[in-house]
């Protein structure tokens, strides 16, 4: 559970898409904090199966290519921040988005060999496999929407080498309408792609959606973390991967930290570095200087 190493020429090629060194990343809403994806890297086959209070969520893996992994919704923050994009720009957006993939990968601040492009392949085949019913934003007389992560995929290789020349997605409406949709998307930092563990990337996402920059951060119960990662490991597990990634400390822009509630319940309260002094080591670490920040977002 860490951060990986820079990977080599850590930056992105001169394609309208998919110049994350300035341009702000954004990931949906509604998708950052509940249990969409699975925060294992071998392969799952169990569903998640999430309510609290009237929200439900029910996540189906396909047995031949498993459960989409957050790892795999890399992809879905690339085409997030690509439909945005298009969108400040004056573009008009789409559901489907044409890309080659060698831009996809360094923009999500991976390398770009022979086996990238195979783990690309599997990620996007998980993706489009994985079946998702929820009630949320359940409108008018539908009481849930039941959809995949990508509705379909395509490439295109040179012929002679075999190398792949171009692919394109398709997302489906209900990730498609809560991009777009007023207040769908947030920014995040762009070190999230470094973050090498499952559940630590799950918190940063969920301290991203609830703490902001609020000054008094944003806590929650241990037991009420686990129930909403739809982790498939068991609490204790579950919670001692949570104290180790409290005391390694390498979330990008927020600091966590436990303690223990009358109830004798262990507490994790995340807070923006930005609110430490300065002179804190917690406080948070520069961001690139070309980043384009955009405010209140």
């Not at 031949?64 to 879905?76: E, H, Q």
């Not at 993706?127 to 929407?145: E, G, M, S």
């Not at 068991?234 to 919670?239: E, K, L, Q």
């Not at 223990?260 to 923006?272: M, T």
Request: net charge positive; proline share 5%; glycine share 6%.
């Amino acid at each position: 559970m860490s951060r990986r190493r820079l990977p080599a020429g850590d930056s992105q090629p001169d394609l309208f898409a998919a110049t994350f060194t300035d341009i702000p990343v954004r990931d949906q809403r509604e998708v950052m904090e509940r249990p969409f994806f699975s925060l294992a890297k071998r392969p799952r086959v169990t569903p998640i199966e999430y309510q609290v209070g009237n929200v439900w969520i029910e996540v189906s893996a396909n047995p031949k290519f498993g459960m989409a992994t957050i790892w795999d919704a890399d992809i879905l923050i690339w085409a997030a921040t690509q439909i945005t994009e298009a969108m400040d720009r004056g573009l008009k957006p789409s559901r489907t988005i044409q890309f080659h993939p060698y831009n996809l990968l360094r923009s999500i601040r991976r390398t770009a060999g022979g086996k990238d492009y195979a783990r690309l392949r599997a990620a996007l085949e998980r993706l489009t496999h994985t079946a998702v019913r929820t009630n949320i934003r359940a409108q008018d007389n539908r009481k849930f929407a039941s959809f995949h992560w990508i509705e379909s995929w395509t490439e295109t290789v040179v012929e002679q080498s075999g190398e792949p020349s171009g692919m394109t997605i398709t997302l489906p409406d209900w990730l498609y309408n809560g991009i777009v949709g007023k207040g769908g998307i947030l920014t995040i930092h762009e070190d999230y792609f470094l973050l090498t563990g499952g559940i630590e990337r799950w918190l940063y996402r969920v301290a991203r959606k609830h703490a902001g920059k609020q000054p008094t951060g944003w806590a929650f119960t241990m037991r009420q973390l686990y129930e909403k990662s739809g982790s498939a490991a068991r609490f204790s597990d579950f919670a001692g991967d949570v104290r180790r990634i409290v005391e390694i400390d390498q979330l990008p822009e927020y600091h966590a930290s436990t303690v223990r509630n009358a109830e004798g319940e262990d507490i994790v309260l995340f807070v923006h570095r930005s609110t430490f002094d300065p002179t804190d080591p917690r406080h948070e670490h520069a961001r690139f200087k070309q980043r384009r920040i955009l405010p209140n977002i």
